[in-house]
């Protein structure tokens, strides 16, 4: 049984069911496991750890993972109480809670830093790490499954591993990784790699077999997020993207088939980058973390023909069609672990295109990507700044107001900063685009606010602006102390930006 | 004359007067310079330029430079009015005062990003480049003087360009520069650099002959600044750093010698860096920005072995000594182009260590390192950002108080963000060190108002983290929106941060 699954023989008697495996986890653990937004994280172990701890063992383990993870991981983890520490990034409604709540902390890390973070030492001894895998090689290597994230390095890091082998993820996988972990300072060179496509690794995680202390048979299925229906505002955001990209190209800024493009995470990402299917670019090349549906629709129109990432994460019916399509979309697709995908010496070499979106962005330029009215954590920062920094062109989009008009998407201040004055070059909004390279503060908050703000809260933006810099004193940043942050106090206070 | 500065004949005929140089630029033009702190910048031409325009000519250039340059430049031609646009650092009096005034457009841009993005066609058609040099070789091109910042770009990518030969810049600095510029996205490759002493460009900066408009003899000496004298503070500062990284070697997290350190610019940072004399730690390096006299003192003692920066900045005493042993220090010192001084690709290869000072920085992490309560540009944030973001370990270091104990420099949050919570991993005051390093916001803002505040300010921190921690809701990040800038405030209306 499973021979094309565990080809490496003397592990046959690793196997063993999800309840012992989960039985060697103790409290106090430092648990890494892999997965990359709900896509090829570990499941039967950790919903066996969560029902012993439901049963009333007392397990706290600090999880790490590469991004966010299906609800068996930390959703059903998170219920359970059995978290204590959390990192990179997350999620889930239930993990969610439990951080805001004060049960967890988390710390919300550049996604490109975990690895070389846990290398350094700075995050502690990994316990266990916990891989899905497709299969195990006959040198006792494992064959990753949907993500790659940090599995290399957790494998490489942890003192002992624990594999998952999920059934349903097919063997056909196999040969779509591409697994480099850089040296560690002083003795790292330069990463070789010089075009979205190159091969600079091995297909398989390596991993001492001595290592290896349990093997898990599952077929839990990804438990993939269905995606928002395309709405008129993500439209209008694409085609002003659209726009603003010809343009560029039109200018000689950028190549015909312009640079490779990197996107966040989310139905409003996918839904700007689903809009190039209509767009005049052809040959265009994907750097980013996360491959969604529109990757597939970019890649069926015969738009797309080089595509690299750390995860496949489609919805439902996009992980149906990956599947059937694997053979195909498996010529154009490396996966990468994130320390890779995300890395900003390739990031800023290939001149990636970064498109990611806001929560709220402020007149000077600063983006809150995490922190809603600057206290409670929504997802994390995710790999928006890995990206972000590094980029030939830095561009945030977001709907120029959320909560039926009550909250406007551009105040005077952000209520936390994620990406600097100093990194964003456009935003864009379904009114237009602001493109803030080579302006002041002063100059910059005419732009936003005229060309991205919405009309019912230009006026009020144009009215603080304009206080800003008469307020006596200097002013380079247009700025009044004592009222930077009133919109969200208003917020808070009434439920709506607007002044009622 | 001048047979060994101007090596190429026909150029011999360019040689004129400043006022004639000049006189060649126009109104609305973009000119970019040399220099890089008050290091290697152009003198006779900015000073010639300043007194047309004192004396009625209407002129208004953007300038673009390296970082900060001398007196002769950006406060000659500030106090003319002759500058519309300035990128993308300064530290002069005169510049200052007309940015915060709203006369010049400043635009505060990562140092690393600033020759790129000029490539890349986002800051406009350069018209004239004008940089000092001590020589110009039989091929014409350029060897430049004590700073190399962006001249190497500047030179390429304007349309025409003027040199300085300043007279009194010894001809033996001829050698110390390794100028590599790299192609451009799609087309770039690794940087072929992976230890500190690695000369991978031409010690000159190529220059086409045709381009060249102009040749100008001087002998302006560079207007360098005096340094502070070392104050017990900075000495404790030093103390508290020392301690931390003789531990981070003890817990074997550092290799013995370290990794390369970096270190701001400015009598704080010299002092902190110089305080390495008297550490146990022996052969180190440096890659950095600038050289200040503490480089030197570490030389002396046999402490620092290798030593990267892309300019000279010392004080008045520190230059002579410079000239004086200078055939001794070009054994240890290489100066690069700011693209690969503080290149990210570099400095995470590397490992840097990463010192810079703040402003102030608050409760979670966050670093203010340019706007005074928000409004007011001090500098700007130079290339803090390319290597704190980077770093193998990014470290802040500031004084726990200012303004004789008035302002806090450890505050509920700050009034901008220049590094954020995501990217500090180390903050220093006399008091003692921070060590954020996998720790929540909740968390870190106990370690940074036990060990780094100031006892006046303690409690105060203490009660709004408390009071942030228990007002209803969520609270990832402990953050009050009413009272969150209400220290900067207090400080605007009474003159002190403390409640009186």
New interface residues.
């Given amino acids: 049984m499973y021979e094309d699954r565990i080809r490496r023989k003397d592990l046959m008697g690793k196997i063993m069911s999800a309840e012992e495996a989960a039985a060697m986890i103790k409290d106090g653990m430092i648990i890494g496991t892999s997965g990359f937004t709900p896509s090829g994280y570990p499941k039967a172990i950790p919903l066996a750890l969560a029902k012993r701890v439901a049963e009333g063992e007392k397990i706290k383990i600090s999880l790490y993972t590469g991004a966010s993870v299906g609800d068996e991981l930390d959703g059903a983890l998170a219920r359970a109480h059995a978290v204590s ?1 959390r ?1 990179p990034y997350q999620t889930n409604e239930s993990m969610r809670k439990a ?4 049960e967890v ?6 996604l490109s830093h975990v690895p070389q ?1 846990l290398r ?5 001894k990994m316990d266990f790490a916990i891989i899905e895998a497709v299969a195990i090689t006959e040198e006792g290597n494992i064959v990753p499954s949907t993500s790659l994230g940090n599995s290399p390095t957790f494998v490489k890091a942890a003192e002992r591993v624990m594999i998952e082998v999920n059934l349903s993820q097919p063997l056909s996988l196999e040969g779509m990784h591409d697994v480099y972990i850089p040296e ?3 003795y ?5 790699l ?2 979205v496509d190159d091969r600079i690794g091995t297909p398989y995680i390596e991993c001492d077999p001595d290592k290896v202390a349990a093997i898990v048979i599952t077929d839990i299925k990804d438990n993939v997020r269905p995606l928002a229906p395309i709405d008129d505002i993500s439209r209008k955001i694409s085609q002003n993207l659209i726009d603003f990209l010809s343009n560029e190209v039109k ?3 950028l ?1 015909e088939n312009l ?2 493009l990197q996107s966040g995470v989310g139905s409003v990402a996918n839904a700007v980058l689903g809009g190039l299917v209509e767009s005049p670019f052809e040959n265009l090349s994907f750097y980013s973390e996360v491959i969604q549906d529109s990757v597939f629709d970019l890649i069926d129109a015969g738009k797309m023909t080089r595509v690299s990432g750390t995860s496949i994460t489609p919805s439902e019916e996009g992980l149906k069609r990956f599947y059937k399509n694997l053979d195909e979309y498996r010529k154009y697709i490396v996966l990468r672990p994130q320390e890779i995908s995300n890395n ?2 390739v990031a ?4 990636s295109i970064a498109m990611n979106t806001a929560i709220e962005v402020d007149i000077t330029g ?1 983006v809150n990507s995490t ?7 929504m997802n994390g ?1 995710g790999g928006s ?1 890995d990206f972000t ?2 980029a ?1 062109l830095s561009i945030y989009t977001t709907p120029s107001v959320a909560k039926n008009g009550d909250i406007s998407c551009i105040v005077p201040y952000v ?9 964003v ?1 456009v935003i864009i909004t379904e009114f237009g685009v602001a493109d803030l ?4 503060p ?2 910059r908050a005419k732009v936003i606010i005229n060309n991205c703000a919405h009309h019912d809260y230009r006026p009020m933006l144009m009215d603080y602006y304009e206080r ?2 008469k307020q006596g ?7 009044l ?2 009222e ?2 009133s919109w ?2 208003r917020l ?1 206070e009434t439920g709506s930006m607007k002044i009622k």
Avoid at 120 to 124: A, I, N, S
């Fill in positions: 520490r990192l951080i805001n709540s004060g902390e988390y710390i919300d890390v550049h973070m350094y030492g700075f995050l502690g560690d300072p002083p790292r060179k330069p990463i070789p010089v075009s200018q000689g800024r190549p640079l490779p900003p010496e800023r070499r290939l001149g600063n922190n809603i009215s600057g206290r409670r954590m920062i700044g920094r590094n030939y209520s936390h900063v994620d990406h600097t004055e100093h990194d070059m390279r080579n302006l002041s002063r100059e800003a810099l004193g200097d002013v380079h940043t247009p700025m102390l004592n930077a942050l969200h106090i808070q």
